[in-house]
């Protein structure tokens, strides 16, 4: 696999000048390294993010870690099994963990929880030049919410089960009978290969929460590589 960088327009402009420098900034998509390379350097940001835990006035501030293990005396179910603790406030400290490219923090209030997300981690994102998808960050919350567009329930007798939220559903459903409506058309002139992708790339979510639903993409797949 080759790669390359087109600097006509940047030779043309620095016309005269010895030496042309250009840095790469993206890691390549399929490349055996970019995995390790990107949680690398995320992980280095962490490090970052959260600075030093025994400084006071830290929103992370933690000076002990407390372990909740089943049949221990102290064994608390309502507590994590391992987890980090605040003696100077005497409550759990924040906290914020990492999905590929997903954060979740959590706090003891509302308020630290708000502080931690916006304030702590978000700046410092943007301080290294990492993205960060606001409008992915909802409420805290002590009820969980939709994660990657799933939800968890437990039914009572039946066990646990992951659902797509409502809305995602109906629009799942949507797209499937506007194209077999469309495609069921005696005379069909041209088909929108970009709105097809795009719908093709909602159904692959999807079926990230209904793996039953991978066969059927193959349909769509064929139809939008022909």
Same mark, same amino acid.
């Given at each position: 696999m080759y790669a390359g960088v087109d600097v006509t327009e940047v030779a043309e402009a620095a016309a005269g000048a010895k030496r042309i420098l250009k840095r790469w900034t993206r890691t390549l998509m399929g490349f055996k390294s970019s995995p390790f390379v990107c949680t690398q350097t995320f992980a280095l940001s962490e490090e970052i993010i959260v600075g030093d835990h025994l400084e006071i006035g830290n929103l992370f501030y933690w000076d002990k870690v407390i372990l909740n293990l089943p049949g221990t005396k102290e064994y608390d179910p309502t507590m994590p099994r391992v987890y980090r603790w605040n003696s100077k406030q005497n409550r759990m400290a924040c906290f914020f963990g990492t999905y590929i490219d997903d954060i979740r923090t959590r706090g003891p209030t509302k308020a630290s929880c708000n502080k931690a997300t916006s304030r702590r981690v978000a700046s410092r994102i943007n301080y290294l030049g990492q993205q960060d998808a606001a409008q992915k960050r909802g409420?805290? &919350?002590?009820?969980?919410?939709?994660?990657? #567009? &799933?939800?968890?329930?437990?039914?009572? #007798?039946n066990g646990l089960y992951v659902f797509s939220t409502q809305e995602k559903w109906v629009k799942a459903q949507t797209m499937v009978l506007k194209w077999n409506k469309l495609l069921s058309k005696e005379k069909l002139d041209t088909v929108s290969f970009s709105e097809l992708e795009r719908d093709v790339g909602f159904l692959v979510h999807i079926r990230r929460t209904y793996p039953a639903v991978f066969p059927y993409l193959k349909g769509f797949y064929n139809t939008m590589k022909s």
């Open positions: 409420q805290p &919350a002590q009820q969980p919410r939709a994660w990657a #567009g &799933a939800k968890c329930c437990s039914l009572e #007798g």
